[in-house]
Structure formats: C-alpha cells, structure tokens
C-alpha cells in the first residue's frame, strides 16, 4: 500500500464494486463532460475521495469541525505520491477514451509541477481521529517509519503551504473539478490497486519524499536533515547526527517528556508533600528558637552567669514558619538604611523612649531613625572612632585594623560607621530588656548576632580580631577570675588592641559608676582588680584619654606579641591553660579562667600579623605553605589560590568590590577555614545548621549554600533546615544553592511549597543550581502552642 494513500485513505477502503466497466466508464465520461459545463461555476470545495456506489453515504457524511483539508494540508510529497497513484490508474484502464486521456495527461503533467497538494486529501476529516491514528500505524508498519518523516515535514510546512494555496485558490478551480471526475474514476479502480504489492508500495514512498522536497523549493532538502538540524529549541534536544524516525521517537524527544511529566508531578504534588504553619512563640514575629526556648530557660538552675540570655536550642528543631509583621515592607536600600527603617518592620518603642537622649534611636512618623549616637558618643560614632585613631595612630583603621569586635554593640551604629573607614565590624549584644537592639542593627544592614558573654566561649576561632572595642558594655570583668575578660585575650590577635570606654575609666561618682541593674557597682578596690588583671594578663596599657566633646574616657590595651611576659610573671595568675586545652575550640565549650600560649614558631598562624588591608585579601597568608595539604587535596598554597581564583570569578571576593558585607559562616562539621577567612581580613561565625541561628527573622538579603544540605540531610531534618532559611532571609531576598542534583530537586519542591519563586533551576550530570526568590506567603493555619 502506498503511503501517500496509507496516510490518508486506510480504514475508508470498501469491497470493490460489482458494477461493469463499461457502466463505470460511461458514468465517468458523463460526469466528467458535466462537471467542464460546471467548473466556472462553482470555486473550490472539499470533495470525497471515495465515489463508488456502495461509498455513497461516506461521500454525504458532514466534515468534522476542524477542517484538515483546509487548515492541515500535506504539503507536496504526497501531491507527489497523489501524481504516481494517477499514473497507475490510467494505465489500468486502457479502455478510456483518447481524449479524456490526453486531457488528463494535460492535467496530470500541471499537478506534477504545481506545488498545491491535491485535494483528495482534504477529505481526511470525515474519518475519525481513531481511525487516521490507525492508518499512520499501518504505514510505519508496511514502510519502517517513514510514515513519521513526512508527518513531521507535513507539520512543520503547513503554514506555508496554506499561504501557497491560498494564492493558488483561482488557479487550481479548474482542476479540482476535473480531479473530482478522475477520482470517480479512481474509486473504482482503487481496490484493485489495493491488491498490489506491498512491495511496490516501499519503492513508490521515497519518490514521494524526494519529489515533496523538490517542489517545496525554498524548504529543507529532506525531511531528514530537517529533524537532524532543527531550528530553536528543537536544535537544544536533538544533538544526535541521525535522529531516530517513524514508529520510533528520539530519546531526547522521550526524555523531554518524561521531564515534562515529572516537573508536572512535582508541581502538583509540592503543596501536599510539605505542610506549613506559622510558628506559636510568644516571641510572635521575632522568634529565635534558640533563644526564646522558655520550656528549658524555666528549667535552669540559675541565671547569675546570664544563662538565661544563652542558646538553649529545642530538643526537636521548628517546622513552622515565623510571621510577618502587621504592615511589613520591603527594607530600605543601604545606605539610606544606616540613618533610618520602617517602623512597621521593626515596630518597637521602648528602647526610643530609654535610649532616646543618647542618640540611639528615635520615633519620627512612619520611620525609626538612628541620628549615629551611643552612650558613649552622643555627638555622633565618626567623631569617636576618629578620637581612638588619634589617641593611638597605630590602630590605623583599615589598613592595619581591618576586623574588630564590638561587645555590647547597642544598635551598632560604632560598627555602621565603621564602614566609612574600611573596617569590618562583628557586632553582638544579649536579647536582653534592650528590645530589639540587635534586630534594629540588622534591620539597619550593620552585621550583628544575638550573643552574650556568659557561660561559652564565643562562635569565633582563636587570634582573628585586629581589635576589640567596649563603650560601657556592661560586662564586669574583674570576676570569676577575669574569665570574661580572658575570653577577649583568647580571640585577640597577638599585637591586637582592646579599646574599652566606660565610665569608670575616668570617673568616680556614684551614678557612674553602677552597672547592670544596681546590684552591681565599680568600687575602687574593684577598679583596682581590673588594673590589677590587666597586668597580670601582660595587656599593657598604651593610651588613656578623654573625649572632651563627647565628655568620654577610654583606655587602649594591647596584647603581647610573645610568651616573654607570661614567664616572667611572679605568680600564674591567670594561669595558663593546659596544653592540650585547643584555643581554636569554640562551639558550645565552657569558658575556663587561663590564657592560652603564643605561638612561638614562626610559620605558626598568629606569630605575626598579616599583610595590610586590602593587600591581606588577596596575598596568600604566610602560615600557608606546601607542606601542608589544603581541603581540596592539594598543597595549601595551591589549594589556597586556586580557590580564591575559582571564587573571585564566581561569586565571593568580587563582592569586596561591592557595598555589601558577607557573613561566613563555617559548619561546625567541616575543613576549619575561619581562620583563614579573619586573615583575609573578612569575618564569620561557627553554627551548626541542625539548630536555628543567633539572629532576628529577616536578616539576610541573601544566602548562598555550596554543598551544604546534602551534608546537613544525612543528620537533620531537612525540612526544619530549610524552615531556618525561611526566618532569616528577608521576604523578596534571595537564595542561591550549589548541590547534588536530587538534592537541588528535594530543595526546589520545598521552595514552591513555601510558594518562593524559583528563578533558575540548571542540573549537569549530578551537580545542580537553584535560584530562588522568597515570597511574602505565609501560611494561615497556626501551629499548636509550644
């Protein structure tokens, strides 16, 4: 069977008709004398392919809504295949009178160089779908797929040869009427074409693709190359050189589905595979579960150390979602945020009302604003940090100091101004009856983490700060030991300073001199114990002066650079700590009142002090060399530059270059690198991401994850994780993740049930990427009370 036939004319074929062949031809002749006195008189129309007598009903049948002669037509391959089924008829029946021979030869030799396709095949639509599906498998199943070939062709020229006709409407009236007569002619002779064999059928199916490619001129030279070239998206799935045809589909084709089919699956299913409620914490829009664990502050023993203001993280980590507040908007841009913020994002009063007089913040409409002053620099943070520069030129703010501490930052405006000078500030202070000091900080876009000083070492590594400042932090040093202050010594860099500007520094009046809440006082014999440690720590003492504008005393310590002090020392008070005591031990360890030894060798990190800022940020640090293997396996030098280079073209370093500061955090159960990251004059933090992080809800504009849950999935609950992301990331901010490629998918389906908008999803082998924006959504159902 041909093809050109087979497409369009299996499942219609009838047993032959009975009738004669001289009535046949006399019907013929007839019909065809009255159809030349009619042509003029009617224009094109869709006409059967089957005239045969028992056909007659078929012929009637009304055409299906969708018109396929009209809007899908076969393009010039099977008008070729049409042109050969012609020829076959006419030389089975040689009785046909000479002249409607030579008029069909006529017509015949017209159709074989015209492009139109013949309009048999318009009569598609009155066979069922079922039954055209039916017909396409037969012809893959007799011709071995060439069936798909030219359907594909068909599909992708049908355009063009609907524009073609359409010019061609007047020119081809005439033969239509004239193929009608042929096709009674044709009807009848159709069984026995039929019979033939299917052999003839193979060797007529190329022709007809190669004469559809001749006639279509300006189109693609086969249908072949066409699916091995294809244009716009299909050239992005069909790499093969031979595209698959016929019956079989190309395995990107099948690929592309099933993708299709998954991706629809996922989406679906997103919503219900993951439930989300709003969390029940009296803490309401500033939950830190850590923090406001009040089942286990109610259980402690005691509070002397502050070990109600420590992380008491809970036994099961939350699921549930923290609340927006009530009118929350999108934060102000840095560094308009510096001066002020939307009230309704941080709407809290107490500490403009307690702290107002001092500068720290005020209420002025729909806005807190932060006027840069503190309690010890009502006149403004810059005036201050300059008063410490010229009382000791050689802090040498960001050249020689580039990373300090500030304890008890307030709302950190020290820190925020501190950019104006090209140093790094790590600003913490307690979630204490300051309400939202440290929020007001972040929401400000200064870097600052809830903390005290209390029973634990702080998240930091050993040696890193250039320099630590106090301005009336309130931390009674001189007890338990010095152990408070002993901490600092342990996080100070060797040669490193401690800048301490508090009132009793410099006065002795009663109301100076309290702290805390009153139950706490500098006496002299207690101003005496902290001179007296400060010594005994070989901190000496390189400035003290008075701020005569801002009516502000502070001294400067420095740390040594040597153990030289330590062994001349007359008594081990502070004592040294035990050798096998890791000073670089920092996540969840008690705080011990002794001192750690300097490192004597000099290739030991903290033996000197690095490269000047910016140079430190680029220069590999001198206690980095090929002895030592680096995280990726290589020597630590190589492996330290080739990282900086991989990063710099990537993503981390190039942000020096931007207003905007990077919070680095280490997993506690990976390579060590923080080190690393204070030399380089940046700055970041220990955390294990099973529990929730020191910080307020919408910290953070953006977060960026290289392999971390991949890592984190295996002993945390995952979904818990990804409830961390969501409180501290700022509605419409960003999150950015590098991982295995199940567990980008695992990540993507929680983002878009959390309905965030995933803006890139990119897989390669097993490595993915996924960039997603946070949504304003929250979820209305509230989760049980806590």
């Not at 009046?509 to 809440?517: H, M, R, S």
């Not at 940020?617 to 680096?630: N, Q, R, V």
């Amino acid at each position: 069977m041909a093809f050109g036939r087979g497409g369009k004319m299996d499942g219609r074929r009838q047993p032959s008709s009975s009738s004669s062949f001289c009535t046949t031809i006399t019907v013929v002749v007839f019909v065809a004398l009255c159809l030349v006195g009619a042509w003029m008189m009617t224009s094109s129309t869709v006409f059967p392919l089957d005239m045969v007598s028992n056909k007659k009903s078929e012929v009637r049948k009304p055409a299906p809504p969708v018109n396929f002669g009209a809007s899908e037509e076969v393009p010039s391959g099977n008008a070729g295949g049409s042109s050969e089924k012609y020829e076959d008829t006419d030389n089975t029946i040689p009785e046909q009178p000479t002249n409607k021979g030579s008029s069909e030869e006529e017509r015949f030799s017209e159709n074989t160089e015209e492009k139109p396709v013949e309009k048999p095949e318009e009569q598609e639509p009155e066979q069922p779908q079922e039954a055209a599906k039916d017909s396409f498998d037969d012809a893959n199943g007799k011709s071995e797929g060439r069936s798909d070939d030219v359907k594909n062709v068909d599909e992708e020229k049908k355009d063009e040869e609907k524009s073609e006709e359409k010019k061609e409407d007047e020119e081809k009236g005439e033969e239509k009427k004239d193929d009608e007569s042929r096709t009674e002619n044709d009807g009848e002779n159709k069984d026995d074409q039929e019979e033939k064999s299917e052999g003839d059928a193979a060797q007529e199916e190329h022709p007809q693709i190669e004469e559809k490619v001749e006639e279509s001129g300006d189109k693609e030279e086969s249908s072949k190359s066409t699916e091995a070239f294809p244009d716009g998206a299909d050239s992005e799935l069909l790499k093969e050189s031979n595209a698959q045809n016929g019956s079989f589909p190309t395995q990107a084709a099948e690929s592309k589905n099933e993708k299709d089919v998954q991706e629809s699956s996922e989406s679906s299913g997103d919503t219900t595979s993951h439930s989300w409620k709003l969390c029940s914490s009296s803490a309401g829009t500033d939950y830190i579960p850590c923090l406001d664990n009040e089942k286990a502050i109610k259980k402690l023993h005691s509070t002397k150390h502050y070990e109600h203001r420590e992380r008491h993280c809970p036994e099961e980590p939350p699921t549930c979602l923290v609340p927006l507040p009530e009118g929350y908007k999108r934060p102000i841009e840095w560094p308009q945020s510096r001066d002020k913020v939307w009230y309704s994002n941080v709407p809290h009063t107490k500490l403009a009302v307690v702290k107002g007089h001092q500068n720290w913040v005020k209420v002025s409409g729909d806005y807190l604003m932060f006027p840069g002053g503190g309690t010890q620099f009502k006149n403004g943070a810059l005036h201050y940090i300059d008063t410490i520069q010229q009382a000791l030129p050689d802090i040498a703010w960001g050249k020689h100091s580039r990373v300090i501490l500030d304890v008890g930052c307030g709302v950190a405006s020290f820190g925020g101004y501190m950019f104006d000078r090209d140093v790094l500030t790590m600003s913490f202070a307690p979630k204490d009856e300051h309400e939202a000091q440290v929020q007001f900080a972040l929401e400000r876009g200064i870097p600052a983490i809830s903390a005290v000083m209390g029973t634990k070492r702080l998240p930091y590594p050993s040696k890193v700060f250039d320099a630590i400042h106090c301005a009336r932090c309130r931390v009674p040093w001189h007890i338990e030991g010095g152990m408070l202050l002993l901490e600092l010594n342990r996080l100070l860099r060797p040669g490193g300073y401690f800048v301490w500007s508090a009132t009793p520094v410099y006065q002795k009046l009663p109301e100076d001199v309290e702290i805390w809440n009153g139950t706490i006082q500098f006496s002299k014999v207690e101003l005496a114990a902290m001179s007296s440690l400060t010594k005994s720590m070989c901190w000496k003492l390189v400035s003290k002066t008075k701020d005569k504008i801002n009516q502000v005393g502070m001294v400067i310590y420095q740390k040594p650079m040597d153990n030289s002090c330590y062994e001349k020392r007359t008594e081990n008070n502070p004592p040294l700590c035990k050798e096998s005591d890791d000073a670089d031990a920092a996540w969840n360890v008690s705080l011990e009142a002794c001192m750690h030894k300097l490192p004597v060798e000099p290739t030991v990190r903290g033996s000197k002090w690095p490269e000047s800022w910016p140079q430190r940020l680029e220069k590999t640090p001198f206690w980095i060399d090929g002895s030592k293997t680096g995280v990726y396996g290589k020597p630590a030098n190589e492996d330290f530059e080739a990282d900086y280079a991989h990063w710099k073209r990537a993503f981390a370093a190039a942000l020096r270059d931007q207003k905007v500061w990077v919070m680095n955090i280490v997993p506690i159960d990976s390579a060590d690198t923080l080190p690393i990251i204070y030399e380089r004059g940046l700055f970041g933090m220990y955390h294990d991401w099973c529990e929730s992080f020191s910080t307020y809800p919408r910290t953070y504009d953006l977060l960026h994850a290289d392999h971390l849950f991949s890592k984190l999935k295996k002993r945390c609950n995952l979904q818990a994780v990804f409830a961390e992301v969501d409180r501290v990331l700022r509605p419409e901010g960003k999150l950015i993740v590098r991982d295995a490629a199940d567990t980008i998918t695992e990540l993507e389906s929680m983002v878009k049930s959390l309905k965030w908008e995933v803006r890139m999803t990119y897989t390669k082998g097993n490595e993915g990427l996924l960039c997603v924006e946070k949504s304003m959504w929250r979820p209305k159902e509230i989760e049980a009370s806590m």
